[in-house]
């Protein structure tokens, strides 16, 4: 390496933080919530020749960094069809067969040029509020092609040699429910953008633009380095993990997602082939969505690699064209996010074999996708579009953390002050969940209760979540979390849904409710091996029921709630000879 390790550091550092700034200009400028509070997007740098990962923003939401070098590869490919990528063109597209996820996230991708050569691109994605397609938000757990989904948009150039096309944007507005929300998300991101050429510009005019080409490729290649040092600290050998979807929306059969995990020296070998075939419900994804979600998952568990290509680098993926993890159109993927979540976890439960150190429980594993949409008394269409959190797995160094957000991102749940702000309903409850995290030498992390009153005169409801039939498992003999429950009531009382973790269009009237009851993480280690004394705290704090504490954790507590320590040692005695 011919570049200083003080001149890496501070270009590595520099480089980080125009994607950071990229990621706050369209955090602050978005107009739908989904981008401006819960921070659903993402930006990169991204390879000229590949479109591999170059460097990623930390605020934004990693899964759609690994899946943006797939977007990114595909617009060069179709460029390379059409002319090849001419300075001041801006692409756009959905296509979650190109780039993965779901029709919902709109990716640009922008050519940066140095003298009239392509020295890298740059690209955001954002989740829109609204796309068309039969459910307001998008989420339709009852889909069976991707046109009941949303509007589909292959890669097009929304910039042609810097002219604006107008008419892309006049078809897409054409589709939403939203037309204004698009707009300022668009726009947001077309700023995002231009700003980050103009730093890029910045940076290479000050430290020469093959200075920054080789801290790019030796990033890169220190990642790779760095990772197959952490599979060769691995055992060698092969190791199993499985676990399941609930259903697909359409059938109500569960849905397995398994992995062979194999480790072979320097390399790691990722073999999905009996995970369930390709379904007709929308939990199908592509095979550019499976592989980011298994860079997310390695990151979680070496996060002091660092996070560009070189992170699989070393890694084979063995994924049946068959399965539900490599479909191609026009097989519904809209809930994608459910199906990277239990992919982490089954890669969180391999992990747990071969590094109980390292390993981490499940987490809740669902994101709650909730849509309630109706009109206004004056005529104006509402869609509120959220997401919902919950318990994050124990792990060897302590406890879950209680009420989080999915591990596939570092985003926000939505605070209820906006949604209430921007939507005519009410929050009666937002709470932690009493008893809902694991048991376990660590307790998994407590998800949360989340009631809403409409306040309109009517609203249809739509839902699509999991882990209502599978909990989220502990690790190492850890408990698992509580179960997904959604209830909503209706003129004859309170009801479940039939898929219990899927619905939609059911009708509710001013002053009716629903209700979320979301997972909790699960536990790692014997519940037997918790001290007591956190065992009490737990109690004290509303964490743990009494009846839970000597159930679970064979801990008796006195009346003023400490710890009676001769029936606690009695009853693990007791517990442990059976």
Same mark, same amino acid.
């Given at each position: ?52 990962? =170059? ?16 977007? +990114? ?7 390379? %069809? ?5 300075? #001041? ?17 709109? %990716? ?6 140095? *003298? ?19 459910? $307001? ?16 948009? $292959?890669? @097009? ?20 429910? /939203? ?75 569960? =849905? ?70 490599? +479909?191609?159109?026009?097989?519904? +993927?809209?809930?994608?996010?459910? &199906? ?13 074999? =071969? ?40 792990? #060897? ?14 985003? &926000? ?5 906006? /949604? ?44 699509? #979540?999991? %882990? ?7 690790? /190492? ?60 705290? *737990? ?6 029921? %009494? ?15 400490? @710890? ?8 693990? &005695? ?5």
């Amino acid at each position: 390496m011919s570049i200083d390790p003080v001149t890496l550091a501070i270009l590595k550092g520099r480089l980080e933080q125009i994607a950071d700034e990229m990621d706050a200009t369209l955090f602050r400028s978005a107009f739908n919530p989904i981008i401006a509070e819960a921070h659903d997007a993402s930006h990169g740098i991204y390879d000229a020749t590949t479109g591999e990962t =170059l460097v990623q923003g930390k605020s934004g939401l990693p899964i759609f960094v690994g899946v943006m070098a797939f977007a +990114v590869k595909a617009v060069i490919d179709k460029a390379a %069809r059409q002319g090849g990528v001419h300075e #001041g063109d801006v692409w756009i597209f959905n296509d979650p067969y190109e780039g993965g996820t779901h029709l919902s996230d709109f %990716r640009l991708v922008k050519p940066v040029f140095r *003298d009239g050569k392509l020295f890298c691109f740059l690209a955001s994605v954002g989740h829109w509020h609204d796309v068309g397609g039969n459910v $307001p938000g998008n989420y339709n757990p009852a889909a069976t092609e991707c046109f009941q989904e949303g509007m589909l948009i $292959p890669p @097009v150039k929304l910039y042609d040699r810097g002219e604006f096309r107008q008419d892309v944007v006049d078809i897409l507005s054409a589709n939403s429910r /939203l037309p204004l929300s698009l707009y300022g998300d668009l726009n947001g991101q077309i700023n995002a953008l231009s700003l980050g050429e103009k730093r890029m510009a910045d940076l290479l005019d000050e430290y020469m633009d093959a200075t920054v080409a080789e801290c790019l490729v030796e990033l890169k290649a220190r990642a790779a380095q760095m990772m197959r040092a952490q599979i060769a600290s691995l055992p060698a050998g092969t190791v199993s993990a499985e676990d399941y979807l609930d259903n697909d929306g359409n059938s109500d059969a569960p =849905l397995k997602i398994a992995l062979d995990l194999t480790i072979d020296g320097e390399r790691m070998v990722m073999d999905f082939s009996r995970s369930s075939p390709a379904c007709m419900g929308p939990v199908n994804i592509s095979r550019a969505t499976t592989i980011a979600a298994c860079y997310v998952a390695l990151k979680h568990v070496f996060g002091d690699v660092p996070a560009n290509a070189g992170v699989l680098e070393p890694v084979d993926f063995v994924i049946d064209e068959a399965s539900l993890l490599s +479909v191609k159109a026009p097989k519904p +993927v809209g809930g994608y996010t459910e &199906t990277i979540m239990r992919l982490i976890d089954v890669i969180f439960e391999a992990i747990a074999q =071969l590094a109980p150190q390292d390993a981490m429980a499940p987490a809740y594993g669902t994101i709650n996708a909730l849509s309630l949409a109706g009109h206004r008394e004056d005529g104006r269409r509402w869609v509120m579009f959220s997401f919902f959190g919950g318990g994050h797995g124990a792990h #060897g160094a302590g406890d879950g953390l209680n009420h989080g957000n999915a591990p596939i991102s570092t985003a &926000t749940i939505p605070p209820l002050e906006i /949604l209430e702000a921007a939507y005519p309903v009410r929050f009666t409850q937002w709470s932690l969940r009493p008893d809902s995290g694991g048991a376990g030498q660590y307790r998994g992390g407590l998800g949360a209760t989340y009631e809403i009153e409409l306040l309109e005169k009517h609203a249809d409801v739509f839902l699509f #979540g999991e %882990r209502g039939k599978f909990a989220p498992p502990g690790i /190492l003999g850890g408990g698992p979390g509580a179960r997904n429950v959604f209830h909503y009531q209706q003129n004859d009382g309170e009801h479940v849904p039939p898929m219990v973790s899927k619905i939609v269009g059911i009708g509710i009237d001013r002053g009716q409710r629903v209700r979320l009851d979301s997972p909790g993480g699960g536990g790692y280690g014997d519940a037997h091996d918790r001290d007591p004394q956190a065992v009490a705290r *737990d109690v004290r704090l509303g964490f743990v029921s %009494r009846d839970r504490a000597e159930a679970d954790y064979a801990v008796v507590l006195k009346a003023d709630g400490s @710890v009676d320590q001769t029936a606690t040692q009695s009853l693990r &005695t007791q517990e442990a000879a059976q």
